[in-house]
């Protein structure tokens, strides 16, 4: 039997919330309908992150954006795939030799943390795949060759595209795809939402029990997931990718359903 899908504000506040960034508070360079409002009124009694399985930026520079859009932000409000990157590299992998199929801040995020980063497919110990506009066939070529001699495919995110302005971009999966059809091989690990590495991050950002946590965001299979597995509650946005069909076609069932950030806060009835 699937959850009572409930589309209307949520009549409590939470000690804690998770919300995903693309799609959920912004849309390319601007804020959604009441974001500032919402995130500014939750703060002043909840403890409030960002998740983000776009890896195209530190946590620096999301933390930058989102004040520069007027929601102040410290670089330990964010976590991004490539923090659970570096986390399950340094546990799983710690002194591998790492080919990319990613941007340049990749291989600076990974050489930052002490790990090489190889350009010969032959000397890598694994293969990072991410969200890569720069995507090319000597980069698949050159995973093949690294995969085919022993090394590991880790992946960022799983996301098949990124919200845009303009309709969207081809994301991870779409390159993950790329290398293990040619590879016959799959993932060892894919360390974005909704990962238990991306998971641990997040709880311990937030610093409370899961059951007193939310996880806000647009997408039921990253997102809702996400809360789902830690035992946050879960509410779906429908100001981005997941729609009201597409809980009646999947087997993820969000808590709570949205239709805009706005509806986080407590009805004005409901106030004291």
Do not use: W
């Not at 919200?163 to 091989?185: F, I, R």
């Not at 647009?218 to 509650?233: V, Y």
């Amino acid at each position: 039997m699937t959850k009572t899908i409930i589309v209307e504000p949520i009549d409590r506040l939470y000690k804690g919330y998770a919300l995903d960034l693309d799609g959920t508070v912004y849309i390319g360079d601007h804020l959604l309908d009441g974001a500032q409002k919402v995130i500014t009124t939750l703060r002043e009694n909840s403890r409030v992150v960002f998740v983000t399985n776009k890896p195209l930026e530190t946590a620096e520079s999301y933390a930058a954006k989102l004040t520069g859009l007027g929601i102040p932000t410290e670089t330990a409000d964010i976590v991004t795939p490539l923090d659970s990157l570096v986390d399950y590299l340094d546990i799983n992998h710690g002194g591998a030799v790492i080919l990319t199929v990613a941007e340049p801040l990749v291989d600076d995020v990974l050489r930052d943390a002490g790990f090489q980063v190889t350009g010969d497919p032959l000397e890598a110990d694994v293969v990072v795949v991410s969200f890569d506009r720069t995507f090319t066939y000597a980069k698949l070529f050159a995973a093949y060759r690294a995969v085919n001699n022993g090394a590991v495919i880790i992946a960022t995110n799983p996301d098949p595209f990124c919200p845009t302005p303009e309709g969207g971009l081809p994301d991870c999966a779409a390159m993950l795809a790329a290398v293990e059809a040619c590879t016959g091989a799959t993932a060892e690990a894919i360390v974005g939402k909704p990962s238990a590495h991306m998971g641990r991050a997040i709880l311990g950002r937030l610093n409370i029990e899961p059951a007193d946590a939310v996880m806000v965001g647009d997408r039921l299979l990253t997102d809702i997931a996400m809360g789902q597995s830690l035992g946050m509650a879960s509410v779906l946005i429908l100001t981005g990718v997941s729609s009201l069909e597409d809980i009646g076609r999947s087997g993820v069932q969000p808590d709570f359903v949205i239709d805009k950030l706005l509806d986080l806060l407590p009805s004005e009835r409901d106030q004291p």
